[in-house]
């Protein structure tokens, strides 16, 4: 297939805005897995869409939010509390697990007992067969259990402590998002600057890796110049910055270790 | 972009999995404006409106575990609930026959106002200088496809354009839009 024939149809506008027939869809996405040009292609899109829609954005009445609010606790509230099982999260129905009632065995007293020994052997070894069975499968269970963990635990390091959560929560911080530039297009940097203090943080800085001796450092762009904001390290920590009056816009580069005191590489991110 | 991003996609999409208020605060903080916008001009109305954003959080809130990040953004998803709920409801029996009470005269009062935007969200204002610079025919174009759910049939009989021509057409529009939030990006670029 050519990617870019396929981007030029305009199918992935269509895509986006919802117009593309189910076939197309299902194209679209299947191609959207297979190749990255097509995903950030679509991405793309959305985002000037996106831009479009905050650009006519309205403030909703003030209140509005503690009502929405209060009418989502009401309804999860009136739910009756399920009984869910542990591993898949899914409902269980408590009367379905009832075992079935055994039926009688009739029969001359030599042929029940013959036949009782016999049922007693097969369901020995049903049972024995079973166990074993029960014992492999919850064997590869705990070993499941153990990478799904391990799992856990790694995608948590990337999660945001309460103290990050709360300072981006706070109104006197405005946020912005720096986005990767040629070469890291996926990357993102979120930035947070306290409108009280000044002082600017880098929440999340998702680069690349710096090459040793080197370090990315943040220039706020205020009066149409350059100002240093400081080097960052990236780690899944907030960074505590210098200050910096309020910038036009925020930018990235890569310098040597410790910062330059004007900026010598290419624009590694950036975003107002 | 210029969006108010206080929290990456990923990690708001995990807090609403997890019924976490925070994440509603988040939600609502970043994306009510943007919706309301949305939802206004489609209704036209404030009553209908604040009703249809409480309905499109709800919708959100109740089916975030269907939202899959890998078919497009979590904005493009919400906004298609928050659209569709509107173009709905201005689809409605009730809504039309209320509409009908709207002297001609109140009609174009509101939207002169809707016009000035009086509402509007002050950290979208230097985004707004950009999308306005937008030729007034693609502008129109994504109203009717983006805002109003028109489809491609209905825009080539809006516009007396062929079918095929539609989905070239609304490219340019996108692209023309595209072009020039990178060359806001550009003028940045410069300084460097």
Known sequence: MNIQEYIASGVLESYVLGLASEKEVAEVEQFALQYPEIKAEIRAIEDALESYAFANAQTPPAGLEDKIWAQIEAESNEKQTKVLDFESGKEIDLDEKKPPKLTGFYGSYLRIAASVALLGSLLANIYFASQWKEAKSNLS???????????????QEGMMKPSEVSLIMDPQIKMSKLVGQKGSENSTVMLAWDTKTNKVYVVRGNLPTPPAGMQYQLWAIVDDKPVDAGVFDIKNNTQELKKVPPAKAFAVTLEKQGGSPVPTSDIMAMGI | MARRISIAEEELVSLLKNKDQRGFNVLYNNYSGALFGVI???????DDAND???DTFLKIWRNIDNYDSSKGSIFTWMMNIARNLSIDKVRSADFRDSS????????????????????????????RKVVDNLKPEYRQLIELVYYQGYT???VSEEYGIPLGTVKTRIKAAVGSLRAMLSGL??????LF
């Open chain 2, 52 to 54: 249809l954003l409480q």
């Open chain 1, 141 to 155: 269970l705990a070993v499941n259990e153990n990478i799904k963990l391990q799992k856990d635990i790694k995608s």
């Open chain 2, 152 to 154: 491609q049939a209905e």
């Open chain 2, 185 to 190: 990006w550009l003028v940045v670029a410069f």
């Open chain 2, 40 to 46: 206004n001009k489609i209704v036209q109305s404030d």
């Open chain 2, 100 to 127: 009908q009470n709207i002297s001609m005269e109140q009609n174009v009062i509101y939207q002169v106002d809707n016009e000035h935007q009086t509402l509007m969200d002050v950290d979208s204002i230097g985004l």
